[in-house]
T-cell receptor, first 110, second 112 residues
Framework: TQLLEQSPQFLSIQEGENLTVYCNSS?????LQWYRQEPGEGPVLLVT?????EVKKLKRLTFQFGDARKDSSLHITAAQPGDTGLYLC??????????FGQGTRLTINP | DAMVIQNPRYQVTQFGKPVTLSCSQT?????MYWYQQKSSQAPKLLFH???????NEADTPDNFQSRRPNTSFCFLDIRSPGLGDAAMYLC???????????FGPGTRLTVL
């Protein structure tokens, strides 16, 4: 059983559309991170959310941490081809051990 | 620019032939990690070093070993690669007490 369940696993949309991807768990976390990984590269940290209900914005990306700190969402407005990549949510477990969800592979078609 | 460097970016080895992957960092971080990422899967932690203190994950096969001769360098040794070990291997670093890990670009390992 995965600690973090991400949905959808695959998403392909047209440039300019909006989208939301989800990261869910039955566990409560003190913080949650979102990473983006482009093909052939390592993951890059986008944001860390720490407070229940917290909303953080990064240009066209909006991240929300659930009130109960068990889930999170990532919303992209007016998606662009440069947003294509693997989006991973992750939590710190124990002594700095990062555990990832299985990821959402996003493709934005021009 | 401070960064995490992995060499080589692509490595081909034969079934059973030992291989070593390398990682270096200019961030002067005291924690270094090795992750394995198989196709269409999330990165999975193999082990990490806190300075010279080695921490192995319980489900990391004995076939995988690591060395950290100094702060800047860390090596992943695969003693007898099997076909199932073909994957992207990611190195990451962090400063102890912080939540941010910085990843290198990875080494894609092919086992023939």
């Amino acid at each position: 059983t995965q600690l973090l369940e991400q949905s959808p696993q695959f998403l392909s949309i047209q440039e300019g559309e909006n989208l939301t991807v989800y990261c869910n768990s039955s566990s409560v976390f003190s913080s949650l991170q979102w990473y983006r990984q482009e093909p052939g590269e390592g993951p890059v940290l986008l944001v860390t959310v720490v407070t229940g209900g917290e909303v953080k914005k990064l240009k066209r990306l909006t991240f929300q941490f659930g009130d109960a700190r068990k889930d999170s969402s990532l919303h992209i407005t007016a998606a662009q081809p440069g947003d294509t990549g693997l989006y991973l949510c992750a939590v710190i477990q124990g002594a700095q051990k990062l555990v990832f969800g299985q990821g959402t592979r996003l493709t934005i078609n021009p | 620019d401070a960064m995490v460097i992995q060499n080589p970016r692509y490595q081909v080895t034969q079934f059973g032939k030992p291989v070593t992957l390398s990682c270096s960092q200019t961030l002067n971080h005291n924690v270094m990690y090795w992750y394995q990422q198989k196709s269409s899967q999330a990165p999975k932690l193999l082990f990490h070093y806190y300075d010279k203190d080695f921490n192995n994950e319980a489900d990391t096969p004995d076939n995988f070993q690591s060395r950290r001769p100094n702060t800047s360098f860390c090596f992943l040794d695969i003693r007898s690669p099997g076909l199932g070990d073909a994957a992207m291997y990611l190195c990451a670093t962090s400063r102890v007490g912080t939540d941010t890990q910085y990843f290198g670009p990875g080494t894609r390992l092919t086992v023939l």
